[in-house]
C-alpha cells in the first residue's frame, strides 16, 4: 500500500470511528430519554424544585451539545493513544457513559431522586477518571469535557435539592 492509500485508509477508519462514538453517545442521551420523557409530565411535574431549575425544554438542547462534545473528546483520545493502549482510554469513557444512562432510570424510572444522587456522584468520579485518561493522550480531548463536567455538577446540586424537597 503506497502512502496516500494508507493516508485514505486512515482517514477513513477515523472517520468511522468518530462516527461509531456520536451513534454511542447520542444512543446513551436516547436510551436516558426513554426512561426520562414518559416521566416530565407526570411524576416529575409533581415534585418541588428548587427556584434554579432550569425549563425542560433546556435539557434535550444541552444534552445533545454535551453528547457531541463527548463523542469528538472519545475520538481524539482514541486516536492520540497509542493503538495497543486504546482500550485503557475507552474504559474508563464507557463506565461514565454508562452510568450517564443509569441516572435517568435511577432518577426517573425508579422515581427515587436519592438513589439518583448515588448514581450522579458516582458519574462525576467517572467524568473525572476519563478526563485523567483522555489528559494522557490529549489535552484537548480532556478539555473537551470540561462542559460535561460542570453541567453534571450543576444537575449533582439539582438532584440533591430535589431530594431533599421531596
Same mark, same amino acid.
Given at each position: ?7 485514505? !485508509? ?6 468511522? $470511528? ?17 426512561? =426520562?420523557?414518559?416521566?416530565?409530565? =407526570? ?9 434554579? &431549575?432550569?425549563? &425542560?425544554?433546556?435539557?434535550?438542547? $444541552? ?9 469528538? #473528546?472519545?475520538?481524539? /483520545? ?16 464507557? $463506565? ?9 432510570? #435511577?432518577?426517573?424510572?425508579? !422515581? ?13 468520579? #467517572?467524568?473525572?477518571? =476519563? ?5 494522557? !493522550?490529549?489535552? /484537548? ?8 463536567? /460542570?453541567?453534571?455538577?450543576?444537575? =449533582?446540586?439539582? &438532584?440533591?435539592?430535589?431530594? $431533599?424537597? &421531596?
Amino acid at each position: 500500500m503506497n502512502a496516500d492509500a494508507m493516508r485514505r !485508509h486512515s482517514a477513513g477508519r477515523n472517520a468511522a $470511528v468518530l462516527a461509531l462514538l456520536l451513534v454511542l453517545c447520542l444512543a446513551a442521551g436516547g436510551l436516558g430519554a426513554l426512561a =426520562t420523557e414518559p416521566n416530565i409530565p =407526570t411524576w416529575y411535574a409533581g415534585l418541588n424544585k428548587p427556584p434554579f &431549575n432550569p425549563p &425542560n425544554a433546556v435539557f434535550p438542547v $444541552v444534552w445533545t451539545i454535551l453528547y457531541v462534545l463527548m463523542a469528538i #473528546a472519545a475520538w481524539l /483520545a482514541w486516536r492520540s493513544a497509542p493503538a495497543g493502549k486504546r482500550w485503557r482510554v475507552m474504559v474508563p469513557f464507557a $463506565v461514565q457513559l454508562a452510568l450517564n444512562s443509569a441516572w435517568s432510570f #435511577a432518577f426517573f424510572a425508579a !422515581h427515587n431522586p436519592w438513589l439518583g444522587v448515588g448514581v450522579i456522584a458516582c458519574l462525576l468520579v #467517572a467524568i473525572l477518571w =476519563t478526563m485523567l485518561a483522555f489528559a494522557r !493522550h490529549s489535552r /484537548a480531548a480532556a478539555a473537551l469535557l470540561i462542559p460535561y463536567l /460542570a453541567w453534571v455538577g450543576f444537575a =449533582t446540586a439539582l &438532584n440533591v435539592s430535589i431530594a $431533599v424537597l &421531596n
